[in-house]
T-cell receptor, first 114, second 112 residues
């Protein structure tokens, strides 16, 4: 079974530029999450989707971050404009929606904002 | 938050010894707990999970213990191997809110 796929793996941009990340969850997983992991810390939830609907985006900085999950499969996370403090690893995870909560993570996208 | 910045607590053990990694959680309403292993440059990898109606669960070389009275979780790794070297995170969740709240992590270093 293929795991969670993410691209790109690395991205370097200058502050005030825009960037987008892509995630393809495990086939059949209805729930998709985006986490931000700052160096030396645990992942922090940004947004959670159930199929193509948003379940929780309370910690998403909506003035600059946006995410969508069209057709309930792939998802994109965008930052516009980026700030220095957005430098982090952006992790995508997915889980089945049958009561089990085990989340499986992708390799992440490492973002450096200069 | 539970940030410890760049200075993660570190546990150093000899190859072949048993390792115990501890975690304190804050939400007494949490009913699902999970341990992840994260190697450098990779995403967190599922190790083992436990629900609040249990106090112990065993996997292959790993055991998770849950003490709800003191809100404490531990991960025991038997016969630690060099490949176990990584950062280990505990995470908690509450039924109805599937998103996980992660702890700050512990770095495990296995000395050959």
């Amino acid at each position: 079974e293929a795991g969670v796929a993410q691209s790109p793996r690395y991205k370097i941009i200058e502050k005030r530029q825009s960037v987008a990340f892509w995630c393809n969850p495990i086939s059949g997983h209805a729930t998709l999450y985006w986490y931000q992991q700052i160096l030396g810390q645990g992942p922090k939830l940004l947004i959670q989707f159930q199929n193509n609907g948003v379940v929780d985006d309370s910690q998403l900085p909506k003035d600059r971050f946006s995410a969508e999950r069209l057709k309930g499969v792939d998802s994109t996370l965008k930052i516009q404009p980026a700030k220095l403090e957005d430098s982090a690893v952006y992790l995508c995870a997915s889980s089945l929606d049958n009561g089990f909560q085990t989340q499986y993570f992708g390799p992440g996208t490492r973002l450096l904002v200069l | 938050g539970e940030s410890v910045g760049l200075h993660l607590p570190t546990l150093s053990v000899q190859e072949g010894d048993n390792s115990i990694i501890n975690c304190a959680y804050s939400n007494s309403a949490s009913d699902y707990f999970i341990w992840y292993k994260q190697e450098s440059g990779k995403g967190p990898q599922f190790i083992i999970d436990i629900r609040s109606n249990m106090d112990k669960r065993q996997g292959q070389r790993v055991t998770v213990l849950l003490n709800k009275t003191v809100k404490h979780l531990s991960l025991q790794i038997a016969a630690t191997q060099p490949g176990d070297s990584a950062v280990y995170f505990c995470a908690e969740s509450k039924t109805g809110r599937r998103a996980l709240t992660f702890g700050s992590g512990t770095r495990l270093q296995v000395q050959p």
